[in-house]
């Protein structure tokens, strides 16, 4: 049993430049979480899917962010126009219905830097 | 916005020492979790206690949830220094699959 992965695990990149991160959850997964998490504090919402349905957003997420779940498999997260206040680690989890407790598997994270 | 709050925000003990950390949420919850988190590193789930359970075990962990007063406990005993590691709670709404997560407890476990 793999674990959730996540693509690349390190990114720096220059204000205003777009970037993407990809996320592979757990094989037998139907729903795919993503959440940001900055130094110090606790990871925040960002988006799910369940299979490829994207069924909610945060206002977090604005309109510089994308999210797709095209196959109902792997994820990718865009950010667009990026800005220093994006850096932070971007997590990805999956979880399956196991008496409805939704149980979530976390990713190791993409560190984004924007310099 | 964070719904959990834990309590306290750093906790500092000594080897075979056991360590207590709270949480308190604002909304109904269909279940609570606990998740750790070494520096820099991804989160791994340690415990579900779902809404209807007072108390939970695992290993060396001890989870209990007060509905009537918003609450939960996660306690650790006979802690290690591989213990070292920030703790969150995260709440999942009675509707809705997200997770809220709290800002998180720092435990230093000193060998």
């Known amino acids: 049993d793999t674990g959730v992965s996540q693509d690349p695990r390190h990114k720096i990149t220059k204000r205003g430049q777009n970037v993407t991160f990809r996320c592979d959850p757990i094989s037998e997964h139907n729903r795919l979480y993503w959440y940001r998490q900055t130094l110090g504090q606790g990871p925040e919402f960002l988006t799910y899917f369940q299979n490829e349905a994207q069924l909610e957003k945060s206002r977090l997420l604005s309109d510089r962010f994308s999210a797709e779940r095209p196959k109902g498999s792997f994820s990718t997260l865009e950010i667009q126009r990026t800005e220093q206040g994006d850096s932070a680690m971007y997590l990805c989890?999956?979880?399956?219905?196991?008496?409805?407790?939704?149980?979530?598997?976390f990713g190791p994270g993409t560190r984004l830097t924007v310099t | 916005s964070q719904q959990g709050e834990e309590d306290p925000q750093a906790l500092s003990i000594q080897e075979g020492e056991n360590a207590t950390m709270n949480c308190s949420y604002k909304?109904?919850?269909?279940?609570l979790q606990w998740y750790r988190q070494n520096s820099g590193r991804g989160l791994v789930h340690l415990i579900l206690i779902r809404s209807n359970e007072r108390e939970k075990h695992s290993g060396r962990l001890r989870v209990t949830l007060d509905t009537s007063k918003k609450s939960s406990s996660l306690l650790i005993t006979a802690s290690r220094a591989a213990d070292t590691a920030s703790y969150f709670c995260?709440?999942?709404?009675?509707?809705?699959?997200?997770?809220?997560f709290g800002e998180g407890t720092q435990l230093t476990v000193n060998p």
């Open positions: 909304t109904s919850i269909n279940n």
């Open positions: 989890a999956s979880s399956r219905r196991l008496a409805g407790d939704h149980e979530q598997y």
């Open positions: 995260a709440t999942r709404e009675t509707s809705g699959s997200r997770l809220t």
